[in-house]
């Protein structure tokens, strides 16, 4: 039986409450994706404060067998003022799941500083869909999920993203030119050269887009209704 300690770093973007007061917690590290149990870590003895959504920690864990490895201590490295506004966190949530599913050990060193510089964005751009549309859309392509802007398959068609075959599919969302030139340029252009296209595009449309192609390989994503409800 493997008995093991190992020290990770990364952000906490899921955490669910267990009997006995154990902490069922979800990280997102530059290594990739993984889940961790606390235990006793929702008493007020526990490390709770320390675990809160999107923060930055260092922390331990202890794999013994084939179980889920137990976290024995985690240290706060940093937090993120600002996704404390209901919208704001709606949209941080969306983009941690996104991240989380799509952090395979390969895809990991490139989703994670994206996701960072995404969560930055939106706790503090006056308009925080705007880095959520870009850093969704950069996310799924570090993922290897970043649609064929030429067809065939999931594509381009005269400013709509469709999908090359079935009804849902042709019907599509639209982006206009707007749209599309910002799709091209998040897929394609650094951050910084990026995102003034992003000023005049339809982010609503855009952020659809991303929700229905995300979902179309990953199935329904648990943040997108309430989300969808609020935009």
Do not use: C
């Not at 906490?12 to 007061?21: D, E, H, N, S, T």
């Not at 079935?166 to 969302?173: H, L």
């Amino acid at each position: 039986m493997v008995e093991r300690y190992r020290l990770e770093e990364g952000v906490v973007v899921g955490r669910k409450a267990l009997p006995q007061g154990d902490l069922l917690l979800r990280f997102l590290t530059p290594q990739g994706s993984l889940e961790a149990v606390a235990r006793k870590g929702v008493r007020p003895s526990g490390r709770s404060g320390r675990l809160s959504l999107f923060h930055h920690v260092r922390f331990q864990l202890y794999t013994k067998g084939e179980g889920l490895p137990t976290l024995t201590q985690a240290e706060l490295l940093g937090r993120l003022h600002g996704l404390e506004e209901p919208r704001r966190f709606l949209l941080a949530s969306f983009l941690a799941e996104l991240s989380y599913r799509l952090a395979s050990p390969e895809a990991a060193p490139r989703i994670y500083p994206v996701f960072i510089s995404g969560l930055r964005g939106i706790a503090k751009h006056e308009r925080p869909l705007l880095p959520l549309v870009w850093a969704g859309w950069r996310v799924v392509k570090a993922g290897g999920l970043s649609p064929n802007l030429l067809g065939p398959g999931l594509y381009l068609k005269a400013g709509r993203l469709v999908h090359g075959s079935g009804p849902r599919g042709e019907e599509g969302i639209y982006l206009g030119e707007k749209g599309v030139e910002a799709l091209r340029a998040i897929l394609h252009l650094p951050g910084s050269e990026a995102l003034p296209y992003l000023e005049d595009a339809p982010l609503e449309r855009l952020f659809f887009a991303l929700k229905h192609h995300a979902e179309e390989a990953l199935g329904p994503l648990k943040a997108t209704p309430t989300l969808t409800a609020e935009l």
